[in-house]
Nanobody, 120 residues
Framework: QVQLVESGGGLVQPGGSLRLSCAAS????????TGWYRQAPGKERELVALITSGGTTVYVPSVKGRFTISRDNAKRTVYLQMNSLKPEDTAVYYCKVQTGLAVAQRRDYWGQGTQVTVSS
């Protein structure tokens, strides 16, 4: 079983920065992708950024140029660097790891979520 623990959230002023971390434990043989999602009150959970096993990154248009997703395989950790934060970035942020190369073997693992609040 894969366990994901997120950290780094908090309260920040508009224009500020935060770095979220997601540390994985357990047996992980293969990872298709790792992504960050967020969910604001009253809204659906949305994909923020993802990184594939090959290192390709994808960002939702609203954060492109401000957020950067990265990973450290040795530390089994994925990061989300968030710069130029806006109030609309306020949400609970979740990391997700998708394992298994074959479609039939794929599973999604989610972190517990970390609150990011952007407010003056």
């Amino acid at each position: 079983q894969v366990q994901l623990v997120e950290s780094g959230g908090g309260l920040v002023q508009p224009g500020g920065s935060l770095r979220l971390s997601c540390a994985a434990s357990g047996i992980i043989n293969s990872i298709n992708l790792t992504g960050w999602y967020r969910q604001a009150p009253g809204k659906e959970r949305e994909l923020v950024a993802l990184i594939t096993s090959g290192g390709t990154t994808v960002y939702v248009p609203s954060v492109k140029g401000r957020f950067t997703i990265s990973r450290d395989n040795a530390k089994r950790t994925v990061y989300l660097q968030m710069n130029s934060l806006k109030p609309e970035d306020t949400a609970v942020y979740y990391c997700k790891v998708q394992t298994g190369l074959a479609v039939a073997q794929r599973r999604d693992y989610w972190g517990q979520g970390t609150q990011v609040t952007v407010s003056s």
